[in-house]
């Protein structure tokens, strides 16, 4: 049931902030933080007729993951030059997607979301780092992150599963497990990327008529935007049918 009503959806938010239930209450579908939020809170957002979807890591993890981050050991991480790839801005690290422990603490965690919390779904947030530009083993990597999702979906039959970016690669691969690919700050307005611009919603379009995933975008930072930029985006996600939502910065509020 949850996934026939997700793709009826016409409002969503992404908000990673404090509980703030009724103002969520607001939306057809919200991606949530889960460890700002009770199970109370998920059951009331659910009441009110909102379809809730839980964050998850796929591919970064930091400090700030504790129970994770204490169970995994140095194997786990991917290594350049024999040092952990660190993502400084975020203070996280890339995880290797073949590391049999590392997926079986992700499975967990999805497990007890969707099981045991009532989330309707995931986001799988970080996952796109697979096409990040020299990976070690990209290409095992792309096929560890397939292997993943597929087996999302035979686990979790019912649930409703979303990527987070992954646009090169990984979503031809990903897209037949999916209901939904959101693309991250598509640089709409720049010249230079016109053509990759027009390559990826090509791509995203020809996926959705296939596959039947629904292609959103997101907008971070949006408080800051220019009018001009604003409108430029909003023709550009009309033109192609694809949902949107524009956030305050890092998803910490709500518009």
């Known amino acids: 049931m949850s996934r026939t009503a997700f793709h009826e959806i016409q409002k969503f938010a992404v908000y990673y902030g404090p509980k703030n239930v009724?103002?969520?209450?607001?939306?057809?579908?919200?991606?949530?933080?889960?460890?700002?939020?009770?199970?109370?809170?998920?059951?009331?957002?659910?009441?009110?007729?909102?379809?809730?979807?839980?964050?998850?890591?796929?591919?970064?993890?930091?400090?700030?993951?504790?129970?994770?981050?204490?169970?995994l050991r140095?194997?786990?991480?991917?290594?350049?030059?024999?040092?952990?790839?660190?993502?400084?801005?975020y203070n996280t690290f890339l995880l290797d997607l073949n590391s049999a422990r590392w997926r079986s603490l992700l499975h967990q965690e999805v497990g007890r979301m969707l099981t045991q919390r009532g989330?309707?779904?995931?986001?799988?947030?970080?996952?796109?780092?697979?096409?990040?530009?020299?990976?070690?083993?990209?290409?095992s990597q792309i096929e560890a992150a397939s292997d993943i999702v597929a087996g999302l979906r035979r686990?979790?039959?019912?649930?409703?599963?979303m990527q987070n970016n992954g646009l090169e690669a990984l979503c031809l691969h990903t897209a037949t497990y999916l209901d939904a690919i959101t693309w991250e700050n598509p640089p709409v307005s720049e010249k230079m990327s016109r053509a990759w611009v027009r390559l990826i919603a090509e791509r995203l379009d020809a996926l959705a008529?296939?596959?039947?995933?629904?292609?959103?975008?997101?907008?971070?930072?949006?408080?800051?935007?220019?009018?001009?930029?604003?409108?430029?985006?909003?023709?550009?996600?009309?033109?192609?049918?694809?949902?949107?939502?524009?956030?305050?910065?890092?998803?910490?509020?709500?518009?």
């Open 22 to 71: 009724m103002a969520l209450g607001n939306y057809d579908c919200v991606i949530i933080e889960p460890s700002r939020f009770s199970d109370e809170d998920i059951l009331r957002l659910k009441d009110r007729g909102t379809l809730v979807i839980g964050y998850v890591t796929v591919m970064e993890i930091g400090p700030i993951h504790k129970e994770q981050w204490a169970a």
């Open 74 to 89: 140095e194997e786990d991480f991917l290594h350049r030059d024999g040092k952990r790839i660190e993502k400084a801005d």
């Open 119 to 139: 989330f309707d779904g995931i986001f799988l947030d970080t996952i796109g780092d697979v096409e990040d530009y020299g990976l070690p083993d990209s290409v």
């Open 155 to 161: 686990w979790f039959p019912d649930a409703i599963i």
């Open 209 to 255: 008529r296939t596959h039947g995933v629904t292609i959103m975008t997101l907008y971070d930072r949006s408080e800051v935007l220019p009018r001009k930029e604003w409108i430029l985006r909003r023709r550009f996600a009309d033109e192609h049918g694809y949902l949107s939502y524009f956030a305050p910065t890092h998803y910490l509020s709500l518009l």
